[in-house]
C-alpha cells in the first residue's frame, strides 16, 4: 500500500493514534532503515521516476506516530525528475527518531549532489539541526551541523557550531582545527593561526593540523615558518601530495623556480590527478619563460579537467604571447562557457581585437571587462586610447582620468602589471601628456614583452617608441 501525494489523514479508531496498530521496536525500525536506504540508493542510481511510487511509504499508516501531514509528498509526483521526492524518503527516516545522526548526515551529505540549488542547501542545515534541537549537549549534532554549514559555505554558523563544541570540551583538538579552518575559509588568517597553534600544542605531532598552519603561515608572508610546517608534514607522512604543492608556491614566489618545479614534480608522481600541481608547475614555466613547457602542463590540465578554468585562461595567454590569436580567442570562448563573468576573457579579447585593428569589438569587450572589474585601470586605459584614435575625446578623457584616479590611490605595483598593462598606459599618456610621457612606461612594456617572450607584441609597442 502507498500512500499518494493527494491522500487524506488516516483515520484513527476513537481518534486515537495510538489504537491503530503500530510494528513493534525492531519492525519500525526495519522500516524506517528501508526508507532511508532507498532514498539514498534512488539518489545514487537517479532512479526519480521510482521515488514517486515507493511503497516504504506505507510505514506512515502502520506507525500513526509517523503520519504527519501526507501533504509532505505534494506534487511529487507533477515532478518525476526532481530529487526532492528522493530527499522526502530519506527525510522520513530521520523523521521517525530525530536523533539518529547517522541517517541525518547521510541525508546532509547526499543533499548537495548533483546540481545545488537553495533548496538543497537549506535542506542540508535542517537535516543537521534536527538531531542537534534534541540533544543540543551531544557533541555529534555540533559537528553534524557545523559540516552541514561548511558545505552550504555558511561558515558563521559553522564558527557558533565550533564556539560550542570548544565550551563543552576545550581540551579537544579537532574542534580547534575545524574552528581554524572556518576562519581561514572567511581569510581571518589571524585568528585561523591561533586556533591551529592551540590544536597543536593539544596535538603536536598531528600532520594535518601542521600542514593547515603551514598554508596559514603562507598566506601570511611567513615563509620561513610555513616551510619548517611543511617539512614536519613530509617527514611524517612523504606520500602527501598536497604539500609538496604548496612547497612548490613557496619556491615560486621566492624565484627559486628550480626546487618549485622539482616539488610539483614530487607531487604529480604521488597523485597524477592532482591538477593543482600541474597548474602551478605551468605558472613557474610560463614565470621563467618556457611557455611550450607550461602550455603542456596547461593541456594535460583540461584533458582530466575541462572546467578547469584557470587553465583555460593561462593558456589563452600564452597563445596571446605566441602570435597564435585564433586559439586565444577560442580560449576566451570556452572560459565565457564555464563563468561568463569572467574578467580575462573580456580583457583579453579586447586585446586582441585592438592589436588586430578591429576596435569597435575592442570596445565592446573592454566595456564588458569594466562592467565586472570597474577598478580595472588596464581595461580603462585601453578603451581610452581607442576612444581617442576613433576621435571620441570627451569619452576618452573620461576613461583616462579615471584610470589615473584609481592608480593614484590604488598605488599599482609595476611586478604586478603584464605587458598589455603596461602598453595600455603607455598609449594612453602618447595621446594625451606626449612622447615623452610615455616613454618610460612603453619601455617598461617592451621589456616585459621580452620577459614574456611575447616577439609579436613587443613589435607592436616598438612603433610606439
Keep these: 500500500m502507498s500512500i499518494s501525494a493527494h491522500s487524506p489523514t488516516p483515520n484513527f479508531p476513537n481518534g486515537d493514534p495510538h489504537s491503530l496498530h503500530k510494528p513493534g521496536g525492531d519492525e519500525a525500525n526495519n522500516l524506517t532503515s528501508t526508507d532511508y536506504e532507498d532514498g539514498i540508493n534512488m539518489l545514487e542510481t537517479k532512479e526519480y521516476v521510482r521515488a514517486e511510487s515507493i511503497e516504504d511509504r506505507s510505514s506512515f499508516a502502520l506507525n500513526p506516530q509517523l503520519a504527519i501531514d501526507p501533504n509532505i509528498f505534494a506534487n511529487t509526483s507533477d515532478r518525476p525528475h526532481d530529487r526532492a521526492a528522493t530527499l522526502e524518503e530519506i527525510a522520513l527516516a530521520i523523521e521517525s527518531d530525530l536523533v539518529r545522526v547517522g541517517e ?35 557533541l555529534s549534532p555540533q559537528r553534524l551541523q557545523e559540516i552541514a554549514a561548511v558545505k552550504t559555505n555558511n561558515y558563521r554558523l559553522a564558527l557558533a557550531r565550533c564556539d560550542l563544541r570548544i565550551e563543552l570540551d576545550p581540551q579537544d583538538p579537532q574542534s580547534y582545527y575545524d574552528r581554524g579552518i572556518c576562519y581561514d575559509r572567511l581569510k581571518e588568517y589571524t585568528n585561523a593561526l591561533a586556533d591551529f597553534d592551540k590544536a597543536l600544542e593539544l596535538k603536536p605531532q598531528d600532520a594535518v593540523f601542521h600542514h593547515a598552519r603551514g598554508r596559514i603561515h603562507q598566506q601570511l608572508g611567513n615563509f620561513s615558518a610555513a616551510l619548517s610546517d611543511y617539512e614536519l608534514v613530509i617527514q611524517s607522512q612523504p606520500s602527501r601530495a598536497s604539500v609538496y604543492n604548496d612547497r612548490a608556491e613557496i619556491y615560486r614566489l621566492q624565484g627559486d623556480f628550480l626546487r618549485a618545479i622539482a616539488d610539483c614534480e614530487r607531487a604529480i608522481n604521488l597523485n597524477p590527478l592532482l591538477v593543482d600541481a600541474y597548474f602551478r608547475r605551468g605558472i613557474t614555466y610560463t614565470e621563467s619563460g618556457n611557455l611550450d613547457l607550461a602550455l603542456v602542463d596547461y593541456e594535460l590540465i583540461i584533458a582530466i579537467d575541462p572546467s578547469y578554468i584557470k587553465a583555460y585562461i593561462q593558456r589563452s595567454w600564452i597563445y596571446f604571447r605566441q602570435g597564435n590569436y585564433r586559439q ?16 580575462t576573457a573580456h580583457y583579453l579579447r579586447g586585446v586582441i581585437y585592438e592589436r588586430t585593428g578591429f576596435k569597435q569589438l575592442a570596445i565592446v569587450s573592454f566595456a564588458m571587462a569594466i562592467a565586472l572589474d570597474p577598478s580595472s585601470i588596464s581595461a580603462l586605459y ?28 590604488n598605488s599599482e605595483k609595476l611586478v604586478d602589471r603584464d605587458e598589455t598593462s603596461f602598453y595600455a598606459e603607455g598609449l594612453a599618456l602618447y595621446y594625451t601628456d606626449g612622447v615623452d610621457a610615455a616613454m618610460t612606461i612603453l619601455r617598461l612594456g617592451f621589456l616585459t614583452a621580452t620577459r614574456f617572450s611575447n616577439y609579436s607584441f613587443r613589435e607592436y609597442i616598438s612603433l610606439r617608441l
Excluded: H, W
Design 382 to 409: 585601453y578603451r581610452g586610447a581607442i576612444y581617442y584614435e576613433m576621435g571620441r575625446y570627451p569619452e576618452s578623457s573620461a576613461d583616462i582620468d579615471r584610470a589615473r584616479a584609481l592608480q593614484q590611490y
Design 328 to 343: 586565444a580567442i577560442q580560449d576566451c570562448e570556452s572560459i565565457e562557457t564555464i563563468n561568463k563573468s569572467c574578467f
Design 104 to 138: 541525518a548526515f547521510a541525508s546532509a551529505k547526499a543533499s548537495p549532489l548533483g546540481n545545488r540549488t537553495n533548496v538543497d542547501d537549506l535542506q542540508v542545515v535542517t537535516n543537521a539541526r534536527q538531531p542537534l534541537n534534541r540533544s543540543p549537549q551531544d
